[in-house]
């Protein structure tokens, strides 16, 4: 009998798991389940009238479903990239469209990034806790990570680029999530955002902004982006070394994915390469229908979506000052989707996390997960952004309940 084949897989595999968010969303999908697992934006939302009529126009159209049914250019649809380049403006960052590149979703923007800037042994710089999403993307270039300290860190350029070529290699970059991150719901200041960029200038490394929460804050003042801070300190985007990802998702919906990448020029022009060995181009007819609605509705969505999601993050901030123990705590975010909790040390949520489920139905992300090394094991992500003001006030108190049990 012939020997059965065993593929010999490449080194970079070993680098890859599965994302233990996507997996825990199979086992919770219960209607039983309470979840506050998932950074999902409501459905509720989703403007699907005007997604629909979109759609309609444009494939009624001979000429314009033509093009939206074609292949089309890499760097994405002129009209929306034209589009971002005014909503960057705005956002302080003067560029043009050769500055900007469409990805499907600012996922694929972080995979390509990986891409173009890690090499075998490099250490990458991120939060602790950090975006899962974001060391599953770079998880196949096989970097190491440091910790990004931005309370009271005392941590210089030269102690990363010792540590890094310690480790054999360089650092490729920083990266941060600095409005309302994803876990944990914080906000960077202005001036922890000009400490990050002094660290990153000495370093003599990029640094990857990620900001797809950015348009939904709730309480406070806007702080200005680091992309913005960099451009106008060093005189113009095509001097800047911040790479922004930007994304609708979460402001229109997750579906259509569609996201982008501002950028100097050369590092477009890079990822453009890296973008068409990939899948070509983005759906030409989703970036169509995306364009029409930025051009039509953006204000009015963000402003729809940021009353929602207040109302949830009260109700939470509320359930949990009611309802938790003493013990715990928790941060207090001016927008985005999440609050990061933090128990007792010696605590183990993905411990609690099965007995949530099974005795009280209620779900969460264990923090372990947004940890490059597996630590945090006493803290966990909430999410009130899918929920109803119903299941969060319920799911908190039971939560709260077994906490205290």
Same mark, same amino acid.
């Given at each position: 009998?012939?020997?059965?084949?065993?593929p010999? =897989?490449a080194?970079?595999?070993?680098?890859m798991?599965a994302?233990?968010?996507r997996?825990?969303l199979?086992?919770?999908a219960?209607?039983?389940?309470?979840?506050?697992?998932?950074?999902?934006?409501?459905?509720?939302?989703f403007p699907?009238s005007?997604?629909?009529? $979109?759609? $309609?126009q444009?494939?009624?159209?001979?000429?314009?479903s033509?093009?939206? #049914?074609?292949?089309?250019?890499?760097?994405?649809?002129p009209?929306? *990239?034209d589009?971002? %380049?005014g909503h960057?403006?705005?956002?302080g960052?003067?560029?043009?469209?050769?500055?900007?590149?469409i990805t499907?979703g600012?996922?694929q923007?972080l995979?390509f990034?990986g891409?173009l !800037?890690?090499?075998?042994?490099d250490t990458?710089?991120?939060?602790?806790p950090? =975006? +899962?999403g &974001?060391?599953?993307?770079?998880?196949?270039?096989?970097?190491?990570y440091?910790?990004l300290g931005?309370?009271q860190?005392?941590?210089?350029a030269?102690?990363?680029t010792?540590?890094a070529h310690?480790?054999?290699? *360089?650092?490729?970059?920083a990266y941060? %999530?600095?409005d309302?991150?994803n876990?944990?719901?914080?906000? !960077?200041?202005?001036?922890?955002?000009?400490d +990050?960029l002094?660290?990153?200038r000495?370093?003599?490394?990029?640094?990857?902004?990620?900001?797809?929460?950015a348009? +939904?804050r709730?309480?406070? &003042?806007p702080?200005r982006s680091l992309q913005?801070l960099?451009?106008?300190?060093?005189?113009?985007?095509d001097?800047?070394? @911040?790479?922004y990802c930007?994304?609708?998702?979460?402001v229109f919906?997750p579906g259509?994915?569609?996201?982008w990448?501002?950028?100097?020029a050369?590092?477009?022009?890079?990822l453009t !390469?890296?973008?068409?060995?990939?899948?070509?181009n983005?759906? &030409?007819?989703n970036?169509? %229908?995306?364009?029409?609605?930025a051009?039509?509705?953006y204000d009015?969505? @963000?402003?729809?979506?940021i /009353? /929602?999601?207040?109302?949830?993050?009260?109700?939470?901030?509320?359930a949990l000052?009611?309802?938790m123990?003493?013990s715990?705590?928790?941060?207090r975010?001016?927008?985005?989707m999440?609050?990061?909790?933090? +128990?007792?040390e010696?605590?183990?949520t993905?411990? #609690?996390l099965?007995?949530a489920?099974n005795?009280?139905g209620?779900a969460f992300?264990?923090g372990?997960?947004?940890?490059?090394?597996?630590s945090?094991?006493?803290?966990?992500?909430?999410? =009130?952004s899918?929920p109803?003001?119903a299941?969060?006030?319920?799911g908190?108190?039971k939560? &709260?309940?077994l906490l205290?049990a």
């Amino acid at each position: 009998m012939q020997q059965q084949w065993q593929p010999e =897989y490449a080194d970079r595999m070993q680098g890859m798991q599965a994302s233990e968010i996507r997996e825990l969303l199979k086992v919770i999908a219960r209607p039983d389940v309470i979840s506050f697992a998932g950074g999902i934006p409501d459905p509720d939302l989703f403007p699907r009238s005007e997604i629909a009529e $979109a759609y $309609a126009q444009i494939l009624k159209d001979k000429d314009a479903s033509a093009r939206a #049914l074609q292949y089309s250019v890499s760097e994405g649809d002129p009209d929306l *990239r034209d589009w971002i %380049v005014g909503h960057m403006a705005m956002r302080g960052v003067p560029c043009i469209p050769d500055n900007i590149l469409i990805t499907s979703g600012s996922q694929q923007a972080l995979e390509f990034i990986g891409k173009l !800037l890690i090499s075998k042994d490099d250490t990458a710089l991120v939060a602790a806790p950090t =975006y +899962l999403g &974001a060391l599953r993307a770079f998880a196949p270039s096989q970097p190491n990570y440091d910790t990004l300290g931005f309370h009271q860190s005392n941590r210089s350029a030269a102690s990363y680029t010792e540590a890094a070529h310690a480790n054999g290699g *360089r650092v490729p970059f920083a990266y941060v %999530v600095p409005d309302f991150a994803n876990p944990t719901g914080e906000t !960077l200041t202005l001036e922890q955002r000009h400490d +990050l960029l002094t660290l990153v200038r000495d370093i003599d490394c990029p640094i990857i902004e990620d900001s797809p929460y950015a348009a +939904l804050r709730f309480d406070g &003042a806007p702080v200005r982006s680091l992309q913005a801070l960099d451009v106008e300190a060093c005189g113009g985007i095509d001097a800047s070394r @911040v790479i922004y990802c930007g994304s609708f998702s979460k402001v229109f919906t997750p579906g259509l994915r569609v996201g982008w990448v501002c950028a100097k020029a050369d590092v477009i022009s890079r990822l453009t !390469l890296i973008k068409q060995a990939s899948d070509l181009n983005s759906p &030409a007819i989703n970036q169509m %229908v995306m364009a029409e609605l930025a051009k039509t509705l953006y204000d009015q969505q @963000v402003a729809k979506t940021i /009353a /929602a999601y207040r109302i949830k993050r009260d109700a939470m901030l509320a359930a949990l000052e009611a309802h938790m123990p003493d013990s715990i705590e928790w941060t207090r975010p001016e927008g985005g989707m999440f609050i990061w909790m933090t +128990l007792p040390e010696g605590a183990d949520t993905a411990q #609690l996390l099965e007995r949530a489920v099974n005795e009280i139905g209620v779900a969460f992300v264990p923090g372990h997960a947004f940890f490059a090394d597996k630590s945090g094991r006493n803290t966990l992500r909430l999410n =009130y952004s899918l929920p109803s003001v119903a299941q969060i006030e319920t799911g908190i108190a039971k939560l &709260a309940r077994l906490l205290g049990a």
